[in-house]
């Protein structure tokens, strides 16, 4: 029968995770192999932290922490409450949050536009990588730190 390429399911490719142990402790060695290939099994976590005065939402952070590395999807402070410190506090709870999940790294998207490269640098993230996008011709920026 000749080969076609369909979807599947996660449940289906499964049986393929078995190689893959064995793959990763050739690249990495018994110890750190089935340690990455025990990670690479976890499910994946979200994180949704808020600043609150009292009920009033002031702001939030939410992202994802999978395979080690929680990506920063979403920071936000509403206009009226901005200048205050509640971006670095948010960042700082997210990344305390991330760590005790297990990530070694954070990592955030901005676009020059927005101008808040000074804000994530004072925050000690550095430039992974930077890229135009070619639909909208607005430039990309990919931000990472070590935690
Ligand atoms: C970016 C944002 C989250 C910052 O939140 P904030 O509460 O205003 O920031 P903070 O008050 O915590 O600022 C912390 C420090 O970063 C500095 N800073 C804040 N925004 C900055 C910017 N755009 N460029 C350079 N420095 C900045 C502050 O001056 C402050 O420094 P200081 O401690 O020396 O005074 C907020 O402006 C925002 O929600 N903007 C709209 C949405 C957005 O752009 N989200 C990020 C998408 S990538």
């Known amino acids: 029968m000749p080969m076609r390429i369909r979807k599947t399911t996660k449940k289906a490719v499964s049986r393929m995770w078995r190689e893959w142990l064995a793959v990763d402790i050739k ?33 939030y952070a939410s992202g994802e922490y999978s395979r080690g590395i929680a990506h920063l999807a979403s920071l936000f402070v509403a206009e009226n409450a901005r200048g205050g410190g509640i971006g670095e506090k948010l960042v700082k709870a997210y990344e305390t949050r991330a760590k005790r999940l297990g990530a070694h790294t954070l990592t955030v998207n ?4 927005l101008k808040n490269l000074g804000f994530y640098r004072k925050l000690g993230f550095k430039t992974e990588s930077r890229y135009c996008n070619k639909r909208n011709k607005i430039e990309f920026i990919r931000l990472y730190k070590y935690t």
Do not use: M, Q, V
């Open 27 to 59: 690249a990495y060695g018994e110890k750190r192999g089935r340690e990455i290939y025990k990670e690479s099994r976890e499910r994946k976590k979200k994180i949704t932290l808020g600043a609150f005065d009292g009920k009033k939402l002031l702001g």
């Open 110 to 113: 901005t676009t020059g536009p």
